[in-house]
């Protein structure tokens, strides 16, 4: 079994939501909010992959990878295309000012736990001047997360998991890009708890394969499928 962060965090909120999405294959529509950040992280890989670092390439990079889908009209994809547009300016000043050299985007790693596979994506590995390695991970909504939520956050924590064990490599910091919102939150990494972590995936790999997809409600309000699973708590 391979197991990704997302079908990971998916099976863990609810496994019957994960039965509905990747067993039966129901999809989730894009909205404004989806499709303006993936085409975010569209422009910034073709950006930081590019090796041309001027804000007319990023820019550019915006307009090449944008996503026209999601949007309920043309007036508002125009307004979110704006918001792309000031938050990606914002972002290439504050670039200019940055020290470390990246030396992955989208770099993608797989480490063996027990009979599964985990794999996965990691947005972009810096290394600064003192050779200490920082993982970051591009966010689009509007706020930003605390130093206490980007430390605790098992998104970043399975990252750091496969840039060790996956890419041999020890990160010293997490780093959570807030590209709309103008914040870098970073903290240090140290470690804890990463076998407990990894039997954790592990197991959500073992109930996957052996089909056990109950149903989980406290997710039910922000569940796109609440209003015709039969199981939701929240019609
Ligand atoms: S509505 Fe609730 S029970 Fe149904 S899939 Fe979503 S989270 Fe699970």
């Known amino acids: ?3 990704s962060y997302t079908r990971y965090r998916i099976y863990r909120e609810c496994p019957w939501k994960y039965k509905l999405l990747f067993v039966d294959g129901r999809k989730i529509p894009l909205g404004p909010k989806s499709s303006f ?5 569209r422009a910034l890989e073709a ?3 590019s090796g041309e ?3 007319e390439s990023l820019l550019s990079a915006l307009r090449s990878k944008w996503l026209t889908m999601g949007y309920p009209d043309e007036e ?3 307004r979110w295309f704006a918001k792309a547009e000031r938050a990606l300016t914002r972002f290439h000043g504050e670039e200019e000012s940055r020290r470390a050299r990246t030396v992955a985007v989208e ?4 480490w063996p736990s027990g009979a ?3 794999r996965g994506m990691i947005d972009r590995i810096d290394q600064g001047p003192d050779g200490a390695y920082e993982l970051i991970d591009y966010k689009t909504g509007p706020g930003a997360p605390t130093p206490e939520q980007v430390a605790k956050d098992p998104q970043m ?3 750091a998991l496969g840039a060790k064990r996956g890419l041999g490599l020890a990160p010293s910091t997490l780093t959570v890009d807030c590209v709309v919102a103008g914040e870098r939150v970073s903290v240090p990494y140290e470690g804890v708890g990463e076998e407990a972590y990894d039997a954790d995936i592990r197991a959500a790999a073992s109930g996957i394969e052996a089909a056990a997809f109950p149903a989980d409600t406290k997710y039910c309000p922000r569940c796109d499928f609440k209003s015709d699973c039969p199981y939701s708590a929240a019609k």
């Open 1 to 3: 079994m391979e197991i």
């Open 47 to 49: 950006w930081l992959e």
């Open 107 to 110: 770099k993608e790693f797989f």
């Open 157 to 159: 924590r399975f990252y």
């Open 53 to 55: 670092f001027s804000l």
């Open 116 to 118: 599964h596979i985990v």
């Open 37 to 41: 950040g993936l085409s975010l992280h």
């Open 76 to 78: 508002s994809e125009a």
